[in-house]
């Protein structure tokens, strides 16, 4: 299984990774999402892939002040044996080597159990609640 930095070419694959693992949104446009990670520096996709197959997937982005995750699949053929642990390790670290000193990510309220697998790496539950405001209706 190989680590990349995903171009456009894998977009599609990467959406429908996104769709299958119950990832996407209607209000969100994946697609978008995508492009726009992969358009400047501070933010990307990383991905295992084995030959044109895409394994796992994490959006890693540094916001100025902290980093964040989204986007974390993997397959669910290839789930249990270790792609998201290395995965999630591995944006963890394309942050910190861009000086970025916390990683932070949402879980969605239904997938809970979630938690637990974050846990095991090391992420711990902030006390915090999250705000969001729409800004494009
Ligand atoms: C969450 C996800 C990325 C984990 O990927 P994975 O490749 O199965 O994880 P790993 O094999 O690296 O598992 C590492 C550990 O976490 C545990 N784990 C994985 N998913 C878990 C879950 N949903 N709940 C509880 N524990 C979980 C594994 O059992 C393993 O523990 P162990 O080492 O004690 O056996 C994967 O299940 C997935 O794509 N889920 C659907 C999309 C999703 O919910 N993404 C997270 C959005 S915040």
Same mark, same amino acid.
């Given at each position: 299984? /190989?680590?990349? /930095?995903?171009?456009?070419?894998?977009?599609?694959?990467?959406?429908?990774?996104?769709?299958?693992?119950?990832?996407?949104?209607?209000?969100?446009?994946p697609?978008?999402?995508a492009?726009?990670?992969?358009?400047?520096?501070?933010?990307?996709?990383?991905?295992?892939?084995?030959?044109?197959?895409?394994?796992?997937?994490?959006?890693?982005?540094?916001?100025?002040?902290?980093?964040?995750?989204?986007?974390?699949?993997?397959?669910?053929?290839?789930?249990?044996?270790?792609?998201?642990?290395?995965?999630?390790?591995?944006?963890?670290?394309?942050?910190?080597?861009?000086?970025?000193?916390?990683?932070?990510?949402?879980?969605?309220?239904?997938?809970?159990?979630?938690?637990?697998?974050? /846990?095991?790496?090391?992420?711990?539950?902030?006390?915090?609640?999250?705000?969001?405001?729409?800004?494009v209706?």
């Amino acid at each position: 299984m /190989e680590l990349i /930095e995903l171009s456009e070419a894998w977009v599609e694959r990467a959406v429908a990774l996104w769709e299958h693992t119950g990832l996407t949104r209607p209000w969100n446009d994946p697609h978008a999402d995508a492009r726009k990670a992969l358009a400047g520096p501070e933010s990307t996709i990383l991905a295992l892939v084995q030959g044109e197959r895409l394994a796992a997937t994490a959006m890693a982005g540094d916001d100025g002040h902290r980093g964040w995750l989204y986007y974390v699949a993997v397959d669910p053929d290839l789930q249990d044996q270790g792609c998201g642990w290395r995965i999630v390790e591995a944006a963890a670290e394309w942050l910190r080597a861009r000086g970025t000193v916390k990683v932070q990510l949402m879980v969605r309220a239904g997938n809970d159990s979630v938690t637990q697998f974050y /846990e095991k790496l090391g992420f711990e539950r902030l006390n915090v609640a999250v705000l969001g405001k729409r800004l494009v209706p």
